[in-house]
């Protein structure tokens, strides 16, 4: 069943990069997003963004309002506060991957709503990306270089996905989603080890690529499908963010004809949930439709008609 329904009257158009055929998640559909690295975290981001006008006040408003903090969001001392640095890491990462460059370099007392990509040339997008790509510190090189910083303040926070427990522990990944529009598409060049195709399609269209995205990318996308105009989605992001993210771990329930995907919010999702112990709910006596006629409501779940 469609968490959404098809349109031609999107307003937008989402970004996603192919996975390259002998990279993790090969031949995937997914939102741009790497790694985290400590280079990310480094307290000298603090004197370059000084340069422009920000202090420490100016990333409060980055802080949401919530005082249960998933823990990809806990700082270690003397490092930057999370809530920067994974912003720093989207930023990196999506300019390796794809070449966008979601930076500014006027001052705070300048800066513009608008949001674009910060323009590169060609003959130096492709070095810059294959440096960073090596080294993750030449981000920051980069940035002094061009004369900009990455804007933090254009993305929202989003969402937190922690992978099922009954991966193995190295398929496992803690992701912090975040929320961005730009004004206008980019001019973009993807990284070849990684990535084979940039596309953009509206939500409508991108329900076509449904088989080749990742669980949380699919979810997401029913999320922002809702919403045909880009100005409400970026209010709802807005507001989203103000809140801060919810992790969201799926707990796999075997039933006699598939497996149903629990998610916080839905009323059989259960109260104890082991983050890191192996966690399946054994039902198999009963069909999907028989747990779904035991749930007192049936609101955030996936199901599979058959089994994994």
Known sequence: MKAWRESASYDYDLLFLKRHDKANFAGAYVFPGGMIESADADIKWKRLYKNYGYDDNSFKTLIPNSKNRPKIFHSNDNELIREISLRISAIRETFEECGI???????????????????????ELTSWQKKVHSDPNEFYNMCEKLDCYPNLWALHEWANWLTPTFFPASSRFDAAFFFTCLSEIPISKHDDGEINEIVWATPGDATKLKRSLPPPQLYELSTIAKYKSLDNLTQFAI?????????????????SDGAVHLLPGDSMYPEKVELYEFQILDKSPLTIEEFQNQSPQVHNRTEFTSKL
């Open 101 to 123: 460059l979601l930076c500014n370099n006027c001052s705070k007392s300048a800066s513009s709503s608008e949001i674009t990509s910060f323009y590169v040339a060609n003959d």
């Open 239 to 255: 507001e989203r963010g103000k809140k801060g993210a919810e992790l969201y771990l799926p707990v796999r329930v075997n039933l």
